[in-house]
């Protein structure tokens, strides 16, 4: 009697949680009409005072997506004016790589900017500047890409931040080539290039080289944007990445064809294309083989051509590149005029339909990203009323689960009402069960002992993972807990009950550990080290070094190791 009296009690308690944590998310869900990202960053927006367990959700949700550290918390003392701050150039990076949606893009990074000068945070700027450059130039609005460019070229040259001046001048170098501003685009390639071989790490040296190359061949001097190419050439093949060493290969081809070398770009082209498709790189291929069709049209190969720009066809179709495709079929169209006037006929219809259908999807999208921004905006700034919408939508959900608690709820009593006496008599027997048998202090102290030496296995195991991670260049809460087998609540549990610490607070404790350690053993400069140690904003990590060790990185790196 006892036993079954338990298992009722037992089912009904775990029935109420079930039932409870059932109607908690279908009552989100149905409240949620928009996706919880921007959700979420609605709810910052329209708050005087921010709830913390907000913003750390939306940079959690962030986080999986790629878009920003896992390490980053706001904490009670984080002013209203910080969180926004970062959530707006946050969101504007997650709406330009995960939506790109441009309109949204420059609203948020626009946001971001204004509460960075407000708290004068020079690197915010600067990066806000960089996603309104970006999200600028890729809608057409050159100028204002520009204008956005040269302001955060200003900033790095305040800072003598070599590598972000670097940044802004092959960026501008760009926006200028675009505008056939050649003369500019030379001035600002040519100072991209000198400072980025004056550093330490120039992995990025070869992309400046690919740039110059192009703005070169653009202003017809051949012979320096072929030492540019083959300059960007060595350094890749030194690197061993065969990919980018193909597209290097077909920009030297690119420079002999406008130079009408012939027999030389066919030479380049050839060799990039084996390399391509050996290496897959499906979009390289196709434009490498569509340019390969262009060179033998204009040698007079119309065989040559057709069996090019057929693959190119084919290559197109399989990834769903109609952008390349219609120049294809453009191309096919001259090819076969002579041969099969009828096919070449096809193929000029299909290119005047893709290219329409381009012209249509590119209005189309931006058309949705500026409907999608003005609801936003407008939510924004009525934010109360849109959620009282949402509660007025969900209320025949709502009126269904109210009904499916009291049932539960009158069930339950029932139960209970009916069996009074044998649950009390359950609960004296458990009662008397403990009396029997208790825990002796020798049980006590060997569960102890043996939980420190599995916290310690634990943490041990945990390290050896996060040293991995940071060679991979990324370190992750989440991806940590998936080297564990664990999920992330549980490793962030087994992390407070082992150290005392939230997962936040330990992993930047080692990190900060390291970073002294690098300071004490090497004379790299402090970005260089915050890198190593997994901080992308070295700001960021001078005031947490400060606080820990209550001294910044360069005043620890001086202070003698007696003393320490």
């Known amino acids: 009697m006892n036993l079954r009296i338990r298992i009722l009690v037992f089912q009904t308690s775990q029935i109420k949680k079930l039932l409870f944590t059932t109607i908690f998310a279908a009552v989100s869900a149905s409240i949620c009409a928009v996706p919880e990202t921007d959700s979420l960053y609605r709810e910052i927006l329209i708050s005087n005072h921010i709830k913390l367990s907000t913003a750390n959700r939306l940079m959690f949700l962030l986080d999986a997506e790629g878009v920003t550290d896992s390490l980053i918390h706001f904490g009670k003392g984080t002013k209203n004016r910080t969180i926004r701050k970062a959530v707006n150039l946050h969101m504007a990076s997650y709406y330009l790589d995960k939506m790109s949606n441009m309109t949204a893009t420059l609203q948020a990074a626009t946001r971001a900017e204004k509460e960075a000068r407000e708290e004068c945070d020079t690197p915010y700027i600067e990066e ?284 339950t009593w029932f139960a209970h009402r009916k069996k009074p006496q044998e649950i009390i008599e359950e609960t004296d027997v458990a009662e008397d069960e403990t009396e029997v048998v208790p825990a002796t202090e020798a049980m006590e102290e060997t569960e102890s002992q043996t939980l420190k030496a599995k916290d310690v296995e634990f943490l041990a195991r945990v390290s050896e993972l996060y040293e991995q991670s940071l060679e991979r260049d990324r370190l992750s809460i989440d991806v940590l807990a998936a080297e564990m087998c664990m999920s992330r609540s549980q490793f962030t549990r087994r992390i407070l009950a082992a150290t005392g610490m939230s997962a936040n607070t330990y992993f930047n404790r080692i990190r900060l550990e390291k970073a002294a350690r690098l300071l004490k053993e090497s004379e790299r400069p402090v970005n260089t080290i915050a890198y190593e140690c997994g901080f992308d904003d070295t700001p960021y990590f001078c005031n947490l070094f400060k606080k820990f060790y209550k001294v910044t990185p360069m005043q620890y790196r001086i202070i003698p190791k007696t003393t320490e």
């Open 128 to 411: 806000a500047l960089a996603l309104q450059a970006v999200a600028n130039h890729r809608i057409g609005r050159i100028d204002m890409a520009l204008e956005a460019a040269q302001t955060e070229l200003r900033l790095d040259s305040m800072r003598r931040d070599s590598a972000n001046l670097s940044r802004a001048y092959n960026i501008l170098a760009g926006l200028s080539l675009q505008a056939n501003r050649l003369d500019d685009a030379k001035h600002y390639i040519l100072k991209a290039t000198e400072i980025e071989r004056s550093l330490e790490d120039s992995s990025l040296l070869s992309v400046r080289y690919g740039m110059a190359a192009e703005i070169y061949t653009k202003s017809k001097e051949y012979d320096r944007a072929l030492d540019f190419a083959q300059r960007a050439y060595e350094l890749d093949r030194k690197a061993g990445n065969n990919i980018k060493v193909a597209r290097r290969l077909s920009q030297t081809a690119d420079i002999y064809a406008a130079q009408h070398a012939d027999k030389e770009a066919e030479s380049f082209y050839l060799r990039a294309i084996d390399m391509l498709r050996a290496e897959n790189e499906k979009t390289s291929l196709a434009i490498t083989l569509k340019q390969l069709g262009r060179l033998y049209m204009r040698m007079g190969r119309n065989n040559a051509a057709k069996h090019a720009l057929t693959e190119c066809e084919s290559v197109c179709r399989a990834t769903g590149n109609n952008y390349i495709l219609q120049q294809a079929c453009r191309l096919l169209a001259d090819a076969l005029s002579d041969q099969s006037p009828r096919q070449a006929l096809n193929y000029m219809r299909e290119a005047m339909t893709l290219n329409d259908s381009l012209h249509n999807e590119r209005a189309e999208k931006l058309a949705n990203e500026i409907r999608l921004s003005q609801r936003n905006e407008l939510a924004i700034m009525d934010g109360r009323r849109g959620t009282a919408d949402n509660l007025r939508e969900c209320y025949p959900t709502l009126l269904i689960l109210l009904a499916g608690i009291a049932c539960i709820i009158f069930a």
